[in-house]
């Protein structure tokens, strides 16, 4: 499974950037996930579907963030709105990772967010 993540870039504080995740051999949003790395810092999860098609958010991008799949073109997005700096990092999608009885965990290359005060 191929994973391919989009729509990274530079904004300021306080803007909105939106992140889509496609794949060719996937077209589903169950046990997809968003995660983050910053430089010096561990990935984290950042947000997830489960295989209920439930969305989860860290605490820290609870109302900000929201994942959805898109109906048309079957992509994963995060939409990101009221950046902050800290939310400066690479962001990449996830597919199983989140979810123990998928079996596998396949990841994209990342894409840059920076946000600039």
């Known amino acids: 499974v191929q994973l391919v993540e989009s729509g990274g870039g530079s904004v300021q504080a306080g803007g909105s950037l939106r992140l889509s995740c496609t794949s060719s051999?996937?077209?589903?949003?169950?046990?997809m996930g968003w995660f983050r790395q910053a430089p010096g810092k561990e990935r984290e999860l950042v947000a997830s579907i489960d295989n209920n098609g439930v969305p989860r958010y860290a605490d820290s991008v609870k109302g900000r963030f929201t994942m959805y799949q898109d109906s048309a073109t079957r992509a994963v997005n995060l939409q990101m709105n009221s950046l902050r700096p800290e939310d400066t990092a690479m962001y990449y999608c996830?597919?199983?990772?989140?979810?123990?009885?998928?079996?596998?965990?396949?990841w994209g290359r990342g894409t840059q967010v920076t946000v600039s005060a």
């Open positions: 996830n597919l199983g990772g989140t979810c123990p009885k998928f079996g596998r965990s396949y």
């Open positions: 051999d996937y077209k589903e949003k169950y046990c």
